[in-house]
Nanobody, 122 residues
Framework: VQLQASGGGLVQAGGSLRLSCAAS????????MGWYRQAPGKGRDLVAIITSSGSTNYADSVKGRFTISRDNTKNTVYLQMNSLKPEDTAEYYC?????????????????WGQGTQVTVSS
């Protein structure tokens, strides 16, 4: 199972970006999907999470500005980021709790994407 993230970049404060993350491989089911971020010298923090039924939860710092969504037919999770601030600058990672198969056996994975850089200039 692999997660491929895209959509990062450089944007001015107040601007918007949309991140995407697609899961591929021998996937039977994907439960929670989420986005995390890690700023230089800091730990990796939860940004937003969405369950398979569409329930969402956000970090207080992004509530009202970011929206997480998913397309279960495409095994893809999105993060729409509006009103970006310099403090949103970080490497963003997608995550998925995946039930897959390998060599005929069921496997439960906590899969991570490769990270995509978001830089917000003031």
């Amino acid at each position: 199972v692999q997660l491929q993230a895209s959509g990062g970049g450089l944007v001015q404060a107040g601007g918007s970006l949309r991140l995407s993350c697609a899961a591929s491989g021998s996937i039977l089911r994907i439960d929670d999907m989420g986005w995390y971020r890690q700023a230089p010298g800091k730990g990796r923090d939860l940004v937003a999470i969405i369950t398979s039924s569409g329930s969402t939860n956000y970090a207080d710092s992004v509530k009202g500005r970011f929206t997480i969504s998913r397309d279960n037919t495409k095994n893809t999770v999105y993060l729409q980021m509006n009103s970006l601030k310099p403090e949103d600058t970080a490497e963003y990672y997608c995550n998925a709790k995946v039930l897959g198969s390998e060599y005929g056996s069921l496997i439960a994975l906590n899969a991570w994407g490769q990270g995509t850089q978001v830089t917000v200039s003031s």
